[in-house]
């Protein structure tokens, strides 16, 4: 079965420095995997999408992730923080049966982003 | 302009009603669905459809009732039987399942509290 884990339920950067949000995800077979991004009592906004193409995904608002499936791993970053950036981040990966998908997302815990002055 | 839109933005309930969430999308997606989102916690599915008078349970389906009679449309019903209504719920629409992962395109919400 597909499962994601945020390694941090809470990050808190200075303002300019670099952001690094953890994901690992467990997948049978190839997953599609996203970042999603929440702003207070907003919808979820896709920031970022892996689908087997280059494992470097860039996505909105400067943040790009990095597919590692020797690590399981898609982490989240952005160069410089904003005060913008203030938000939740959710990891997702797509379910899938056999090598099929679901059309169904798995969600991660969510990881809340603090941005200080 | 293209999107889902979610009504009331706020909703409130005595215990023992029933209450209905509307969804709409005129994106012209196939799949539908709805999410429950508790503090702290990730989205978990309630019901999803993929296509017009179709659906399936996801995950906590129990005390929720949906309908698709149309393909714009999905609206949730929140029963007397679901033991914790108050949350925050989501509605999303994708174009529908294939051999890549469609993304799910997410409305505004709608908080619901039982007082």
């Known amino acids: 079965a597909q499962s994601v884990t945020q390694l941090d339920s809470h990050v808190s950067v200075s303002e300019g420095t670099p952001v690094l949000l953890r994901c690992n995800y467990s997948s049978s077979y190839s997953p599609s995997l996203f970042w999603y991004v929440q702003h207070p009592n907003k919808g979820l906004q896709l920031l970022l999408k892996?689908?087997?193409?280059?494992?470097l995904v860039k996505g909105i608002n400067g943040f790009e992730a990095e597919f590692k499936k020797s690590e399981t791993s898609f982490h989240l970053t952005k160069p410089s923080a904003h005060m913008s950036d203030a938000a939740e981040y959710f990891c997702?990966?797509?379910?899938?049966?056999?090598?099929?998908?679901?059309?169904?997302?798995?969600f991660g815990q969510g990881t809340t982003l603090q941005v200080k002055p | 302009d293209g999107g889902i839109t979610q009504s009331p933005k706020y909703l409130f309930r005595k215990e023992g009603q029933n209450v209905t969430l509307s969804c709409e999308q005129n994106?012209?997606?196939?799949?539908m669905y709805w999410y429950r989102q508790d503090p702290g916690q990730g989205l978990r599915l309630i019901y999803y459809s993929q296509i017009v008078n179709d659906f399936q349970k996801g995950d906590i389906a129990e005390g929720y009732s949906v309908s698709r009679e149309k393909k714009e449309s999905f609206p949730l019903t929140v029963t007397s039987a679901q033991k914790n209504p108050t949350a925050f719920y989501l509605c999303?629409?994708?174009?529908?399942?294939?051999?890549?992962?469609?993304?799910?395109?997410f409305g505004p919400g709608t908080r619901l509290t039982v007082l």
């Open positions: 997702v990966v797509s379910d899938q049966k056999g090598s099929s998908n679901t059309g169904k997302l798995i």
């Open positions: 999303a629409s994708s174009t529908g399942q294939g051999l890549i992962a469609d993304t799910q395109y």
């Open positions: 892996y689908t087997s193409a280059a494992t």
């Open positions: 994106l012209n997606h196939d799949a």
